[in-house]
């Protein structure tokens, strides 16, 4: 019999082949921890990136309420909403968990109205730091 069968029958191990299943499982726990680390990480980038689309449609809204409260009253480039607020969350009075607008009237040839129109109203609505603008242009 070989010497080294021999070590084998009578469950001895090698002196060399000691520890390779701590070794093993340490590299197998690294590998793991490795996907485990890199999809926490494309996660946390996706639950980003949702929630800011969230805010923008929100902003996009408060945006389009300046324009609709403005075509209400709106009659020249004059026309000026300097501040108003949605209340997002019902509360009655405005802070930091609603949406904000602003509404300008911009005359012909100036800040992206066209000259040949009689005037354009630009509304800018925010949510959470998030802003979008809606431009409507009037002949």
């Known amino acids: 019999m070989h010497p080294e069968n021999a070590d084998r029958a009578s469950g001895k191990l090698k ?3 000691r520890g390779i299943a701590i070794y093993l499982a340490v590299i197998t ?28 449609v929100v902003a996009l ?3 389009e309420t300046g324009i609709e409260q403005a075509l209400k009253e709106a009659s020249d480039e ?10 997002i969350n019902g509360n009655g009075y405005e802070d ?3 949406a904000v607008f602003q509404v300008d009237g911009i005359a012909p040839g100036i800040g992206g109205c066209p000259a040949t129109y009689d005037y354009c109203l630009e ?17």
């Not at 726990?29 to 800011?52: D, E, H, P, Q, Y």
């Not at 004059?78 to 209340?87: E, F, G, K, P, V």
């Not at 609505?125 to 603008?133: A, C, F, H, I, L």
Request: proline share 0%; aromatic share 10%.
């Open 96 to 98: 930091s968990q609603d």
């Open 78 to 87: 004059t026309y000026s909403i300097t501040h108003a607020y949605l209340d």
């Open 15 to 17: 002196w060399e082949n």
């Open 29 to 56: 726990m690294s590998i793991l921890l490795s996907i485990a680390f890199g999809m926490s990480a494309v996660s946390v980038g996706r639950i980003k990136n949702i929630t800011s689309m969230g805010n923008s």
């Open 61 to 63: 809204y408060a945006a």
């Open 123 to 139: 509304s800018v609505g925010e949510y959470m730091s998030t802003r979008r603008t809606i431009q409507v242009e009037f002949k």
